[in-house]
DNA sequence: GGGCTCTATCTAAACGATTAGATGCGAGAA
DNA sequence: TTCTCGCATCTAATCGTTTAGATAGAGCCC
């Protein structure tokens, strides 16, 4: 016989009093209450073990104190990583987190957005991957991109200096004395990796514009042969090509088998996500080819698992825990200050540097 | 000027009738609605946006179609594919997520299910982990536990069958020729891990039981000189030697530099998770100990991750989204079959097996 | 003592949906 | 014609809070 929870009728009962002093007391209201009653109250509401209906309270006050965090994928560590500090800067203030994975497609996204307004959240934490197209807004309550999203919209886009990172790392990556750098980017451009991707031909030389023929190399999820095709970026040193897989490790892990085996391995390398890196040292590994000896390569992300690779990843590492903590003070309107600090350089092996 | 979202009063208004023939349109309600009047009831909707309040419908029927995810940690990659496979059932059952992170810590858990309990959560899936202590099953609202949780009570647990994935891992390394296979637990025995080490112990022909003294070699979280003491269990074949580390990358890390330094590192090692391995693997890879040339290796949880590490992780692979989904049918009393199907052995490099 | 102001408290109307019971009406039975 | 049945619909109570407005006393001043 498990008994029905106690309501706030019950505590004013065994208190004596109503429930709008019952609820003054519960809040501090916004009206004050006599010592004694209120001790009454407090007494009862133990007695009790009552707990506030969050739901009634929220139809009350049209606010549920609940969040809606939009994913691409919370397996994916990058999302991972980021959705456990949203959660966490939003417990710190006192709201509860509901997540759903999108899983990479623009109409679940919006499904789950409609779903999310549909129980009344106080705000949307939207982490979209460059895969979600840039849908509209959603209507009627606030809402914050993290990562990627819609630029000059009515909702505010959290992201690093992702130009500075690249940079970073391609001037990294020539002290090392590496002259060509290649890059690895996604399957297609747009979003987050689209502006590395952009940063990287800069800096390497190439004019960032829409310049003459360039040829890459690709390598698909599927395992099955895909050709590969590389050249130099107009303008830029031979050898600074521009390979392209999925974001997976599986993918990454084949494009680099293929080159290997092709012989067509650059150098040094920059990898646009840790999810590739790791491929790309996978599939090294399986090959017998040496990091950093005869790949150096940088990662973009800097996940917590880029650090215990084999060998450890250098990455230039995004201020996740800043970006959420900024795109919850947007969302709930503390303002969170100015940009996020920029992504910084963490030397380890994978680019050459001592262990 | 956002203006109001509508009601269904708006909607009655429109279509010029009651509140209640509205609600038994938008819920093919308990009565029957003329054709004529559903199908103007329906264009009302349309034509004002109408979107049901699941506030106010949850609290009129006692139901939010939300449910509780309790969590360690979801940046840990383990916790974290199980939470997204959670979400990803719930979703399919038309429910809710609402995450919670309690960051190994029983009080915090405590506190996220008041929490939960308090927004009138439909359910409770709890991924507890072994840190986390048994704390009482919460009332009032059914509850599962996965990975781990207490035994007896009345809240089902759904885990996988870790003795018969810890034998094969044990069978395995045995058919590669290794007489003595060392296991790295956990800082500390019960929960899953101390299963998983318990069956290690019967397999590797020590007694389960209380046997008499046994050194153990230890690595906390932090990099300072922690003494490594090691013995072969009583009544095992030297060599196949207790170790013990945080479940952190890091002292996985830490501890496996250390036994290399002091020359006390196993030829063949079962780690109890997939974090502890790859903390091994890097530890081994920083000495350039080969894996699997000097130290076979096979790890108990085979997360995504370990495929993609250099070289790749023979796992006992969990049965993670198997067990959402149980946990998920039995939640929501769909009954969800026997035990979930057990780990199976996913053979890959790290155990001596050919890429 | 009557008229004030304060304070502490109570009453009751929301919030937006669900749904049991009441009502109205036309068709068929007697 | 009158009664009954069934259908379609309406009315209104309800879920548990919040909070504005009403009320009741106590203390104070003239």
């Not at 509401?45 to 549920?64: C, D, K, M, Q």
């Not at 129980?119 to 959603?138: E, K, M, Y």
């Not at 450890?312 to 800043?322: D, H």
Request: hydrophobic share 45%; glycine share 10%; proline share 8%.
């Amino acid at each position: 016989m498990t008994k029905r929870p106690s309501t706030l009728a019950d505590v004013a009962r065994a208190a004596g009093t109503s429930t709008a002093v019952v609820s003054y007391v519960i809040n501090n209201g916004p009206r004050p209450v006599a010592a004694a009653t209120r001790e009454r109250v407090l007494a009862a509401a133990a007695e009790l073990g009552y707990r506030p209906n969050r739901i009634a309270r929220a139809l009350r006050s049209r606010s549920t104190g609940v969040v809606g965090l939009v994913l691409a994928d919370a397996s994916n560590p990058y999302f991972g990583a980021l959705a456990r500090y949203v959660e966490q800067a939003l417990e710190r203030r006192d709201r509860l987190t509901l997540v759903g994975n999108a899983g990479y497609s623009p109409e679940r996204q919006g499904h789950l957005v409609e779903r999310f307004l549909a129980a009344q959240v106080d705000g949307l934490v939207i982490v979209s991957s460059d895969t979600a197209g840039d849908s509209a807004a959603p209507t009627g309550v606030p809402a914050v991109y993290v990562h990627h999203g819609p630029a000059g919209g009515p909702a505010p886009v959290v992201a690093a200096d992702n130009r500075a990172a690249v940079r970073q790392a391609v001037a990294h990556l020539r002290e090392h004395g590496h002259r060509s750098v290649a890059f690895l980017a996604g399957p297609h451009d747009g979003g987050p990796v689209g502006v590395r991707r952009e940063a990287w031909e800069a800096a390497v030389g190439g004019d960032p514009g829409p310049v003459g023929v360039r040829r890459e190399a690709v390598a698909g999820g599927e395992p099955g042969p895909v050709g590969v095709r590389r050249e130099a970026v107009a303008g830029g040193e031979p050898g600074s090509v521009l390979l392209r897989s999925d974001y997976s490790r599986a993918a990454a892990d084949a494009l680099t088998r293929r080159l290997i085996a092709e012989g067509a391995l650059p150098r040094a390398l920059i990898a646009a996500t840790d999810e590739q890196a790791i491929g790309v040292l996978s599939g090294a590994w399986a090959c017998g080819v040496p990091v950093p000896d005869r790949l150096a390569l940088i990662s973009l992300d800097g996940t917590p698992e880029s650090a215990y690779t084999a060998p450890a990843l250098t990455v230039t590492e995004q201020p996740l825990q800043a970006m959420a903590e900024q795109a919850v003070d947007l969302l709930l309107s503390l303002d969170g200050g100015a940009e996020p600090p920029a992504a910084a350089l963490v030397p380890r092996r994978s680019c050459g540097c001592a262990a």
